[in-house]
């Protein structure tokens, strides 16, 4: 995760400014210098995650505040249970509080439910991605989550990957010149996968020299001939992907139509 503790600090320096403004009115009941011992309390099983956020919004207020931490990002939580306990300056607990809170609530949600969606396709041969649709300003901070929760991160930005989807097609001329074109741009080291959104160009795809393929809304039928269609097309290892109405009722069904011998991705909004 590049540049994490640069981002951590943006992403605080800007909720802050968000919150505080010019300063905290209400903070300014409490006696300065008073001095309090909190402690954060988890009211929900979950996935905990945020922790260098948390502690970060209120050591951009104070250096003189302590953090006692009874779990670590990745932790699994239950409901009831003391996460940390923290020890500062009263008027820093409380101007810090709501964002940090929003931080650790918002990255756990993120790191909870791919969980959810992890733990449901095991035993398959299926992992879990991510998206570029997250928060604007928050991805790092998001798919950071989304490992703590068991998952893959997928491209994080438009400079790390070429993902050639239906409009490039169109514009390129088609999935043979789009990939071909692809090919000739692409960077080394940097992927290029394609989207398909039927079996007749799935076919095109894979006889375009595709690697990397994202299969667009297909049924659970459709994505069980495009395995066996991969298989007898490349026979080879080509990573195929799920995208589009896969929710938690329906994620293990989808992984387990790629019991082929592929290299199985979903890839499921957050």
Not at 101 to 130: E, H, P, R
Not at 205 to 233: E, H, P, W, Y
Request: proline content about 1%.
């Amino acid at each position: 995760m590049n540049d994490l503790r640069d981002e951590i600090d943006n992403n605080v320096k800007r909720a802050l400014v968000e919150d505080i403004g010019a300063g905290d009115l209400t903070a300014l009941l409490i006696p300065f210098g008073k001095k309090l011992v909190a402690d954060v309390y988890s009211r929900e099983d979950a996935v905990l995650c945020g922790a260098q956020w948390f502690e970060a919004c209120f050591l951009a207020l104070t250096p003189e505040i302590t953090f006692n931490w009874c779990a670590r990002d990745g932790d699994n939580i239950q409901a009831g249970q003391k996460l940390c306990e923290i020890k500062g300056h009263a008027r820093t607990l409380l101007s810090a509080e709501r964002s940090a809170l929003n931080f650790l609530q918002l990255l756990s949600a993120v790191a909870t439910q791919t969980k959810y969606f992890v733990d449901a396709i095991t035993g398959t041969q299926a992992v879990i991605v991510d998206t570029r649709k997250t928060l604007p300003g928050l991805r790092l901070a998001q798919k950071y989550a989304v490992k703590c929760g068991g998952g893959i991160n997928h491209r994080f930005g438009l400079y790390d990957g070429i993902l050639i989807k239906e409009n490039h097609i169109i514009a390129a001329g088609g999935i043979k010149s789009a990939l071909r074109k692809a090919q000739e741009i692409a960077p080394v080291g940097v992927f290029i996968q394609i989207e398909v959104e039927s079996l007749q160009e799935l076919q095109e795809a894979l006889s375009a020299g595709a690697s990397m393929v994202l299969l667009d809304n297909f049924t659970l039928i459709q994505l069980s001939d495009a395995v066996v269609l991969t298989r007898q097309k490349t026979g080879e290892r080509v990573i195929l992907e799920a995208s589009g109405s896969i929710t938690l009722q329906n994620v293990r069904q989808v992984a387990e139509t790629g019991r082929q011998g592929f290299h199985w991705q979903s890839d499921e909004e957050y």
